[in-house]
């Protein structure tokens, strides 16, 4: 049995679901290989794509998802998590689950018998990442590639840092002193690569952004991070994606964001509306890179 907790966990399969997230999206694999199938998605925070995306992709390959709000759930009363994981795996075929600490989806993937899909937690979002390769390889041919990634070293950054690796392209992050992505990450993703492909933590957004043919933000402040908003705000006010940092990277660089998006903070709204951005194509492929990941874990 799989499961999907980091990046490193689809280390030797990132290509075959690449590819199998193209046939989805082309419409090549027919039937519901999923078909009396139960997912239950546990959620302990917001979501509109991971949501959605999961629930119709579930649908559409002939399972049921069930969404699950942590709150609704006694897991939301204390109910321990090894508990609720034993229980539900007596349910469903399969568990996702959106949490604040990563490790509790690590505890609750010891404790299921079925497989876990990570959903995001504050160390990774492999999905995410999954999709935007996917986004990636439609708009670059290959990933012979320099992305650049301005921001928040955060969830998001750390599984772009492992899939980069993975893939072997160069990576650049940059992000304000004190929010550089995480050590035990990058460590992971220097041994994954070796040699082979760059990756380069830096405080300057202009030399991650040079010469980048993709540059990627994320959101000044994750869920969680509310109530530290005031100094975030300050700190990463260098790092907007605008159009002057824009000008630093390739003519034909794509723009990504995982979304949601906040307009005047990360970037504005003439790079992530522009015609550059790929941001709702980065969205669409949600849906056909996890169908791929449930097609993989599930069947
Ligand atoms: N990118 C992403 O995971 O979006 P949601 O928070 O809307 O699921
Ligand atoms: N880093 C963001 C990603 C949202 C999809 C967060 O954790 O809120």
Excluded at 84 to 92: D, E, F, H, I
Excluded at 165 to 170: C, H, K, Q, V
Aim: proline share 4%; glycine share 6%.
């Amino acid at each position: 049995m799989k499961h999907l907790l980091s990046v490193c966990d689809m280390k030797d399969k990132v290509e075959y679901l690449l590819d199998l997230a193209d046939k989805f999206k082309n419409g090549l694999i027919k039937g519901k290989p999923l078909k009396d199938k139960y997912m239950a998605m546990v959620f302990e925070k917001a979501s509109t794509r991971t949501r959605v995306s999961f629930e119709v992709g579930m649908s559409q390959l002939g399972g049921t998802p069930l969404y699950l709000s942590a709150q609704d759930l006694q897991l939301g009363r204390g109910e321990p998590i090894a508990d609720t994981a034993r229980t539900l795996s007596r349910y469903v075929d399969a568990i996702m689950i959106r949490a604040f600490r990563h490790k509790d989806v690590i505890e609750l993937a010891k404790n299921a018998s079925v497989p876990v899909i990570n959903g995001l937690t504050d160390l990774e979002h492999p999905c995410q990442t999954l999709a935007d390769m996917q986004t990636i390889r439609e708009y670059k041919g290959d990933f012979n590639r320099k992305l650049a990634f301005i921001g928040d070293g955060n969830n998001v950054c750390n599984s772009l840092i492992l899939i980069s690796a993975i893939l072997g392209m160069d990576i650049y992050v940059a992000s304000p002193k004190g929010y550089e992505p995480d050590k035990m990450i990058i460590k992971k993703a220097e041994k994954i690569a070796r040699g082979q492909s760059m990756i380069k933590i830096t405080n300057d957004p202009y030399e991650a952004a040079t010469g980048a043919d993709i540059v990627y933000t994320d959101v000044w402040v994750s869920m969680g991070h509310e109530n530290e908003t005031k100094e975030r705000l300050k700190a990463f006010r260098p790092y907007q994606v605008n159009k002057d940092l824009m000008n630093h990277a390739k003519a034909d660089a794509i723009f990504m964001h995982c979304l949601p998006a906040k307009r005047g903070q990360e970037t504005t709204s003439d790079v992530i509306d522009g015609p550059n951005s790929v941001v709702w194509d980065q969205a669409e492929n949600r849906l056909h890179a996890q169908k791929a990941i449930m097609y993989w874990l599930i069947r």
